[in-house]
């Protein structure tokens, strides 16, 4: 039985769990929900069936693998990461997973307080300026090495990347003063 993803219709949080799915060749079917225009963005798509799913704390992302429900991205990623023999092999490498997760979810958070703020356009180039800094430290901490951890390579991602059921954009949700598009 194929596991079940639900996610706006965008990427988003779903983006990290979409290419560990694809990666692991895991089938999976996608419940998206679409958000209304604005003024009010109706949401009742997921409001609908919000609180029907049995999820302990109802959210998006879910993720349903048989008798296992699960909210919150990083929990759902860990859960794959677990289930996959993905969270890394030896004790460094698991503790680079653990720092990468939350420095990511760090650096994602960054971009999406700027991205959904109504200054956007005053906070963008402070953000901007501030970018390299933050993308230097992932390349220290890259190092040499091919990957973050392990040396796993990724050519189901690009698969995927090319493939019709990719979402490239937009990144967030329409209420967002920049959606990525």
Same mark, same amino acid.
């Given at each position: 039985m194929p596991m079940t993803l639900g996610y706006w219709d965008i990427r988003g949080?779903?983006?990290a769990i979409r290419l560990l799915l694809e990666y692991t060749d895991t089938s999976y079917e996608e419940k998206i929900y679409t958000m209304g225009d604005a003024p009010d963005y109706d949401r009742s798509q997921w409001l609908n069936e919000k609180f029907k799913l049995g &999820?302990?704390?109802p959210n998006l992302p879910y993720l349903i693998d048989g008798t296992h429900k699960l909210t919150q991205s990083n929990a759902i990623l860990r859960y794959l990461g677990r289930k996959y023999n993905l969270c890394g092999e030896t004790e460094e490498e698991k503790i680079r997973v653990d720092i990468l997760e939350n420095q990511v979810m760090d650096?994602?958070?960054q971009l999406a307080v700027?991205?959904?703020s109504p200054d956007f356009e005053k906070l963008k180039p402070d953000y901007l300026k501030g970018l390299p800094d933050k993308l230097t430290l992932y390349?220290?901490? &890259?190092?040499?090495r091919p990957w973050?951890?392990?040396d796993k390579g990724l050519p189901k991602i690009a698969a995927y990347m090319k493939s019709s059921h990719f979402i490239r954009v937009p990144i967030y949700l329409k209420?967002?003063?920049w959606t990525g598009k």
């Open positions: 949080l779903a983006h &999820l302990d704390f650096t994602r958070l700027v991205c959904y390349s220290q901490f &890259l190092g040499k973050f951890a392990g209420l967002a003063t």
